[in-house]
C-alpha cells in the first residue's frame, strides 16, 4: 500500500474505533436509536473526484445476503491490516 493508503487506512480504523467505543458505552436502546438516525434512506450513490479523476460509486445490498453490512465492514477492514 501507499504512505496515503495507508494514512486513509489509520484513519478509518480510528473514526471505527470511536465508534465502536461510543456505541459500546450506550444502552440497547440508545445504540438502536443511534442506528436508526444513521441510516441512509436513500441509496448510497454518489460520485468524488480524487487527484482529477472522478469515481462514480454506486451501491446495492441483496437481501438474501450471507453476511450484514457490519461483518462486510469488518472483513473489509481487517483484510487490509
Same mark, same amino acid.
Request: charge should be negative; hydrophobic fraction near 35%.
Given at each position: 500500500? &501507499?504512505e496515503?493508503?495507508?494514512? %486513509?487506512?489509520?484513519?478509518?480504523?480510528?473514526? /471505527?474505533?470511536?465508534? &465502536?467505543?461510543? /456505541?459500546? =458505552?450506550?444502552?440497547? +436502546?440508545?445504540? !438502536?436509536?443511534?442506528?436508526?438516525?444513521?441510516?441512509? /434512506? +436513500?441509496p /448510497?450513490? %454518489? $460520485?468524488? +473526484?480524487?487527484?482529477? &479523476? $472522478?469515481?462514480?460509486?454506486? $451501491?446495492?445490498?441483496?437481501?438474501? =445476503?450471507? +453476511?450484514? !453490512? &457490519?461483518?462486510?465492514?469488518?472483513? !473489509?477492514?481487517l483484510?487490509?491490516?
Open positions: 500500500m &501507499t496515503r493508503e495507508i494514512n %486513509f487506512s489509520d484513519e478509518i480504523h480510528s473514526l /471505527l474505533d470511536d465508534i &465502536t467505543e461510543k /456505541l459500546s =458505552a450506550m444502552s440497547k +436502546e440508545d445504540r !438502536i436509536a443511534w442506528f436508526k438516525r444513521s441510516m441512509y /434512506l +436513500e /448510497l450513490n %454518489f $460520485t468524488k +473526484e480524487i487527484d482529477g &479523476t $472522478t469515481y462514480a460509486i454506486r $451501491t446495492f445490498f441483496k437481501d438474501d =445476503a450471507k +453476511e450484514n !453490512i &457490519t461483518d462486510k465492514v469488518q472483513r !473489509i477492514v483484510k487490509n491490516k
